[in-house]
Nanobody, 126 residues
Framework: QVQLVESGGGLVQAGGSLRLSCAASGRTFSNYVMGWFRQAPGKEREFVASISWSGSSTYYADSVKGRFTISRDNAKNTVYLQMNSLKTEDTAVYYC???WGFGGSAYASVSEYRYWGQGSQVTVSS
């Protein structure tokens, strides 16, 4: 089992920045590809970004490319999502997720991840 706990969400004005963190426990963190997803009210959960086990490969949704950066610190068992130039449409509950494997980072489907955090609310006001 892998336990994931997100933190760092909150309320920010459009154009501002936030950094989400996801702390993992339970298994060897560096054995897992990590992803960030989000879900807005009334919408399906959607892919945001993912990162390979080593951090050498990242993958982004087109909607966040150039504004968000995913990174990880395997020594701290933590994955981050730096969100800049936030827009009102970025408002959602953000979830981190983990899937075992040593491939690349291009895993963008909800079904490809086995472990999920409880979510962290991000609200961007105009």
């Amino acid at each position: 089992q892998v336990q994931l706990v997100e933190s760092g969400g909150g309320l920010v004005q459009a154009g501002g920045s936030l950094r989400l963190s996801c702390a993992a426990s339970g298994r060897t963190f560096s054995n897992y590809v990590m992803g960030w997803f989000r879900q807005a009210p009334g919408k399906e959960r959607e892919f945001v970004a993912s990162i390979s086990w080593s951090g050498s490969s990242t993958y982004y949704a087109d909607s966040v490319k150039g504004r968000f950066t995913i990174s990880r610190d395997n020594a701290k068992n933590t994955v981050y999502l730096q969100m800049n130039s936030l827009k009102t449409e970025d408002t959602a509950v953000y979830y981190c997720a983990a899937r075992w494997g040593f491939g690349g980072s291009a895993y963008a489907s909800v079904s490809e991840y086995r472990y999920w955090g409880q979510g962290s609310q991000v609200t961007v006001s105009s």
